[in-house]
């Protein structure tokens, strides 16, 4: 974990439900990390595995029928009631910041960049209209935008799906946060965009001392940009840690899987292995959820294991992890 | 955008020019029309004077060509009930008409559309389970029936409105209509309540469904996400978003309405178009009916024209040019 | 179908208008041998007896449920045969702007390119008019009676199901099995007819719906214009319009039970239709 002072972000116990036909499905199960300053987390995780989930917990963007169940939440010092949405308001946008994937499905079609902007700022601020418009000016100019007097007049249509997702981290940065979550934003992207924004992305960070989430289920975007790791599957961390330590000595089976999947470890492999079994169901289980899927799996596994240190700041949620950390 | 508006008029005049051709082929060609002027006694000598006076006993291209001669110098020729110039009669009637469904227009929409956008915000409240419901219930009452309805309830029973006709009329600005008396308030509101109606279904389920669509669109939550707050969001964000297919709706529905009110008038003894049109229909006024449906055709076009130009300025996403 | 049905009821709304268009559709069917009395039979009219409020007694004795029009038939049977002719007009001019819609709709879609492009515009010009526009000009042109009101209703609703049908085709043309019937070189009829045709019409079962209830709606205003069917075999429009002028002297249900028969029909069919766009969607 990260120096205490240094913290920007510190979750603990975040429980988020959703209702549905059979009872509450917990697909966020008592999730605990944090972020310090210039540091990038990255979670990673299939689909179905909470990780957007978390990311709107954190903002208060949780609609119904899903609720946060429980959290202790510290930003900055200050804890957060993630169920006060006036409150919450106040904070999202502001402290915190998030942006989303596909980038044209998250401007509104129909006005303009500069309005959009300047809705974000004038949110938060008082200010005059003029002033909140060189704000974003300058702000599309920090992220490399072209004639960004010009294009603060243009619809979201008329800009590259590149440029659309600099706006989108423009608008995010717009009123220095000290946390920005993003939620999958360069999957679909081409290989070359997805690298400018990633390079957007380390710049703020160096720039500003931004902390940073990176939700995704690419590991090997991860691998590139991440301080530190946290993987999940089925609501629950399972493993975090250094990227490095991960991606050197995984831990915990899930990972070792996803890491065995990259196409960068199969080369010359006529077949790509792959982590048998699915995801379903396993959210209903009280023990180990990824004990169906796992070769290693034990009568122990009917218990939920422990998050247990594997080595300095490496953490596992595994039996084998708990007997190697004793034994 | 010039380009545009005179390539779609061009197009409506050929339509208008089609249409045309079926009327007469359909009005001339068909049937006897001196069977509605003589009576079955009338000795022969007299009906072949009808037929050269009304020059039917020319062929039929030439009958045609003259039609459209006397259609482009605006003569549609004579009603053979009133033996007044039949579009004349259209025109004259055309201005009741009009305020009626233009008032009707309004009220569909001040009533409507709020409606809809509350029902779309909160499908799941009391005021949208009803608002669907209601919307649901409109659509299936047949508008003389509701006609019927809204005589029985005020005029009959309750004795607080009249039955029928139009008001006097007043002048204001140099539009004349009967809005502006007292007693022309009175009898237009319920012709116009029950025109209202349906277009009125219309407008609550579309800006209900476009409400609904928009607030789980991902904009909507990338601007919960920059903390503004849920006024800013409502005003602007959702309501931006359903105004160009409420407006290009609003266009088609008011076409419709022109035609619809043949029953409220009807019904209502509401001097207009449509009023005159069933009449020439059952009196077999071949010539007024011609004209009406020119008119109609016409007026038609330009408004679709105009809908579709409004949708084009409202939303920048739409080039005229055909790129979209 | 059992699955669907069951589906369907869960909306508990559409189950009772389900029943109610079913108990509709039945009583239509069987007028003849459910209603009291034979409203065609004039011997069975006694003038005696009209315009009888609901509830009152006949000369003869019996009761007239929903009471008697002007002349002395009895509302409820009435109603049941004005359903019966409504149904039916409003059927077969739906059927005939199925049939119509489907072929030039399958016609474009198969053969594409200019044919496609032609038949298209016709279907915009078409669409661009209000029905009730068109069904007046076909009854101004030709004249009122039965067939032209079905022509009437054909005429102006065969252009959605040539478009609905048409996009459907579209997609299903592209589909290996269209390919493959191609390649065995099966005359292009039966390509239409066999491959085409019943893969593409379960869209248009919403719209079947939708359009059978505008149908009974466009037959209803024209009778009630007195433009539409004669009067020999009165509507539900028709007895509506015909109780009109009874309304100042206050005898409402002249008017009000027919028209209570009209609305109850059309609702049912909205209730289903709706339920079945719902079912269609999710």
Partial sequence: MTDGNDQVLSVRSLSTEFDGEDGALRVVDDVAFSVGRGEILGIVGESGSGKSVTGYSIMGLVDPPGRVASGDVVLEGRRLDLTDDAAMRKVRGNAISMIFQDPMTSLHPLLTIGDQMIDAILAHRKMPKREARSLAVEALRKVGIPSPEVRVRSYPHQLSGGMRQRVAIAIASLNQPALIIADEPTTGLDVTIQAQILHEIQMLVADRGMAVIWITHDMAVVGQLADRVAVMYAGRIVEEGPTQAILDSPAHPYTIGLLGSLLGRNRGKAELPQIPGSIDNAHRLTGCRFAPRCAHARAECEARPPMVEVSPGHHSACILATEQADG | ?324 | MAAYARRFARNRMAALGAGILLAMLFVAAFAPWLAPQDVYDLSTLDIMDSRLPPGGESFAGGVYWLGTDDQGRDLLSASMYGLRVSLVVALAGTTAALAIGVFFGILAAYAGGAVDTAIMRVVDLQLAFPSILTALVMVALFGAGLEKVVLAIAISQWAIFARTLRSTAIVERTKEYVKAAVTLRYSSARIMLVHLLPNSIAPLSVLVVAEIAAAISLEAMLSFLGIGLPVTRPSLGLLISNGYSYMLAREYWISMVPGAFLVLLLLSINLVGERMRQLNES
């Fill in chain 2, 1 to 324: 955008m010039a380009v545009y508006v005179l390539v779609r008029l061009l197009q409506g005049i050929l339509l208008v020019f089609l249409m045309s051709i079926v009327a007469f082929c359909a009005i001339y060609a068909v049937g006897n029309p001196i069977s509605v002027l003589v009576s079955p006694t009338t000795p022969q000598s007299v009906i072949d004077k009808v037929v050269s006076g009304l020059g039917l006993d020319r062929p039929l291209h030439e009958q045609y060509l003259i039609f459209l001669r006397n259609l482009l110098d605006g003569d549609f020729g004579y009603s053979y009930v009133t033996g007044q110039p039949a579009l004349g009669m259209v025109l004259e009637r055309f201005p009741a008409t009009l305020e009626l469904a233009l008032t009707a227009m309004v009220i569909a929409m001040l009533v409507g559309v709020p409606l809809g956008v509350w029902a779309g915000y909160r499908p799941n409240g009391v005021v949208g389970r009803m608002a669907s419901g209601f919307s649901m219930l409109l659509i299936s009452l047949p508008p003389f029936w509701t006609a019927l309805l809204l005589i029985i309830v005020f005029s009959i029973e309750a004795r607080l409105l009249p039955t029928g006709g139009r008001g006097e009329v007043a002048s204001v600005l140099g539009i004349s209509s009967s809005l502006f008396t007292q007693d022309g308030l009175r009898r237009i509101l319920l012709p116009a309540v029950n025109l209202s109606l349906f277009p009125m279904a219309m407008f609550i389920r579309l800006t209900s469904a476009g409400v609904r669509e928009t607030v789980s669109a991902s904009f909507i939550r990338f601007a919960r996400a920059k903390g503004l707050s849920t006024g800013r969001i409502l005003s602007v964000y959702i309501l931006k978003n359903i105004v160009p297919p409420v407006v290009t709706v609003s266009g088609i529905i008011f076409g419709m309405l022109l035609a619809f009110s043949v029953i409220t008038e009807s019904i209502f003894s509401w001097p207009g178009t449509g009023h005159l049109i069933i009449k020439s229909i059952q009196t077999s006024d071949r010539p007024v009916v011609i004209a009406y449906l020119m008119f109609s055709v016409s007026i038609f076009i330009v408004i679709n024209i105009a809908a579709d130009v409004v949708c084009a300025v409202v939303d920048p996403r739409i080039s005229l040019s055909g790129s979209r």
